[in-house]
C-alpha cells in the first residue's frame, strides 16, 4: 500500500494511475477505509485522534451532524 506522499518518485506514471483508481472507485470496485466518523463540531476530537495515532483509515467530518452523536467506528473494506 503507498501514501500519496510516496507516489511523487513515479513521474509521469501518477495521473495514469491516478485516473484508473478514481474510475476504479467511482464504479465502486474500490472503496476507502472509513475507520470514523465525527461531526463538525467534534472536529477537534477527530484532530485529536489522527494527531495521537489512534485514527485507522479515513477520518471524516460530517456536516450537519448533531453535536451530542458519538463518533461512528464502523469499517468498510
Do not use: C
Request: hydrophobic share 45%; charged share 25%.
Amino acid at each position: 500500500m503507498l501514501g500519496i506522499e510516496q507516489l511523487f518518485g513515479f513521474g509521469r506514471r501518477v495521473p495514469r494511475w491516478a485516473s484508473q483508481i478514481m474510475s476504479l472507485a467511482a464504479e465502486g470496485i474500490i472503496r476507502p477505509l472509513i475507520g470514523q466518523t465525527f461531526s463538525l463540531e467534534q472536529a477537534a476530537e477527530a484532530h485529536a485522534a489522527i494527531e495521537g495515532r489512534t485514527a485507522v483509515g479515513k477520518t471524516l467530518l460530517l456536516l450537519g451532524e448533531d453535536p451530542g452523536r458519538r463518533p461512528s467506528r464502523r469499517r468498510t473494506v
